[in-house]
């Protein structure tokens, strides 16, 4: 094949978007690593307990553990997702290309000529192939593909709510660098980190990180904004609407798919969910309702996560039905299919043989971009399990918060009063005759004779005549009575209450699996965005 000339001269701005995109991620790990550290140094002394010390170190461990593998397997399926593109791109313009990057033997990258991998060719790539667009494009277009990365789409408009309420709540730090994260890396990730921030609450996550100069920009842009209480709270109303937005984008995304719409469509959808997490620090005060005591907002909560769940359920069966009934021949090939290892006649066999909801699932094997989304929904059903399991989450909380018009059964507690008449707390002096009554042994007690000053000790007993001084009393300022100090009521705050109740929330000593089980089934049968807003709404209510 002929090489074809570049028709566009290098964009650096594509380069930038890269170098950006990675640097983010590394300061934001590295931002949130050390709030995270710095937490778990700083445990309060009630959690200092060996059960309670050695139960943390387990589930921070485990929830670390996830989150470096969700790591993992994005930056490799995102390398191998760029090495297809830019050798589908080399292939188009007629570069002799190696037939493979990477060997079986060998770790890194070693042409068989370093000449041909040329960084001039990688900066032409970057220019001619919008690489991040290209890769939703690539899970929108298809309907079987739509439907692992559409419960991705779902699930991280639960956990931006999660993050406006429980982040702004417990005063966690970086709240809207966990939510870039989910984007810039997967959702797994940034739901693990979120959940360690969790499991730490009870000890003070620094607000600055080392004045770094992202802390010092938000406190300066901090002086223009009025502060807000505590316990202020946008209206419902204003969250409800940008929901309606939310899942309009995620509606028409798998439509704008080949189309010149689709950027903005897919790029509306990444800054609307970024809505409920800065609304609440930039609108104005008229916006919100100040609640004196946080219960208030139970009821607020609980209905927007069950419009979340509704809205999660309905357009998770509406992508399952389209992607059962999609039976479109080759389904399975896109723009980079060219090389992508396919055995036609395996394939061809698979497609006639297996089942409408296998094909589905096996969808995940389509491209590198599609094995992340997948590999992403599974990993978030399994921290979100196991999240549910650690917090001991009830399971009538749960299917409250994801299931419209459900009233659990609450159990009306009855105070019944004594009818014994109660018995008056008697003085002091027949308090003692009775234990002598019950006691006839006598006890003999030791006298302390005091010597008066300058006489006998039979002058300072004597009786002496009413007005005159005794030598055996002690002369100075006569001593005043003893007022009865009047009761005070200590009342303690709405906020002292809240900050008592936080610091007394400790991990069960043992997992509840049934609330897990709970969380699973509703991923595999609602999807996971409606699991996803079952357990947060119940993370948000039950505290």
């Known amino acids: 094949m002929a090489p074809v000339p570049f028709k566009h001269p290098v964009k650096y701005t594509s380069l930038a978007a890269v170098g950006i995109h990675l640097t983010s991620i590394v300061y934001l790990t590295y931002a949130i690593a050390t709030s995270l550290y710095t937490a778990y140094k700083s445990t309060r002394p009630a959690q200092k307990t060996p059960s309670r010390i050695v139960q943390r170190k387990r589930l921070v461990l485990a929830f670390l553990g996830l989150a470096v593998a969700a790591l993992s397997l994005a930056t490799y399926t995102s390398i191998t997702s760029a090495v297809l593109s830019y050798k589908t791109w080399a292939y188009e313009h007629g570069l002799d290309q190696p037939e493979r ?39 929108a277009e298809k309907a079987r ?118 950027v903005n469509v897919a790029l509306s959808n990444r800054v609307l969910t970024f809505l409920p997490l800065i609304l609440p620090t930039i609108a104005p005060m ?87 989304v997948g590999l992403d929904v599974l990993g978030c059903a399994l921290s979100l399990g196991l999240w549910a399991a650690v917090r001991a989450t009830d399971t009538q909380d749960i299917i409250e918060s994801a299931v419209p018009f459900h009233k659990r059964q609450r159990y009306v507690e009855r105070t019944v009063e004594d009818e014994r008449p109660s018995t008056p707390i008697k003085a002091d002096s027949e308090l003692s005759e009775d ?51 009047e009761d005070f009521c200590f009342m303690p705050t709405p906020s002292q209450i809240r900050q008592l109740a936080e610091e007394q929330i400790v991990p069960a000593r043992e997992l509840d699996w049934e609330s897990a089980a709970l969380t699973w089934g509703l991923a595999a049968f609602a999807g996971l965005g409606s699991a996803s807003a079952g357990v947060f709404g119940a993370e948000c209510v039950s505290r």
């Open 101 to 139: 990057f990477i060997s079986d033997d060998e770790i890194f990258p070693e042409p068989e000529n370093a000449s041909k991998l040329n960084f001039l060719y990688i900066a032409h790539w970057l220019s001619d192939t919008p690489i991040y667009y290209d890769t939703l494009e690539i899970v």
């Open 145 to 262: 593909r739509f439907w692992w990365g559409q419960q991705i789409d779902l699930a991280l408009v639960a956990f931006s709510m999660l993050l406006s309420i429980e982040g702004r709540r417990q005063n966690i730090p970086l709240t809207t660098g966990f939510l870039l994260l989910a984007h810039l890396v997967n959702l797994s990730f940034a739901q693990n980190l979120f959940y360690l921030a969790l499991l730490l609450r009870p000890s003070p996550l620094p607000s600055r990180i080392g004045g770094s100069k992202l802390s010092v920009a938000f406190s300066r842009l901090s002086r223009f904004i009025s502060p807000k209480p505590t316990n202020w709270h946008l209206h419902p109303f204003i969250l409800l609407m940008i929901l309606c937005l939310n899942y309009g984008s995620i509606f028409l995304l798998p439509y704008a798919a080949d189309t010149s719409s689709f």
């Open 286 to 372: 008229s916006w919100g309702t100040f609640h004196y005591y946080p219960r208030n907002t139970y009821g607020s909560a609980m209905t927007l996560f069950r419009t979340i769940s509704v809205a999660s359920f309905v357009l998770h069966v509406k992508s399952s039905i389209a992607g059962l009934i999609y039976n479109i021949p080759n389904s399975h090939y896109h723009r980079h299919s060219v090389f992508f290892p396919w055995d036609v006649e395996e394939r061809a066999n698979w497609e006639r043989t297996t089942a409408a909801l296998s094909k589905i699932l096996g969808s995940i094997y389509d491209h590198p971009a599609v094995t992340a």
């Open 435 to 485: 234990v002598a009554s019950e006691h006839p042994m006598t006890l003999r007690r030791r006298e302390r004779r005091t010597k008066s000053r300058g006489g006998s000790v039979a002058s300072s007993n004597g009786p002496s005549d009413e007005g005159s001084g005794t030598l055996g009393q002690r002369r100075g300022r006569p001593k005043k009575p003893k007022q009865p100090e």
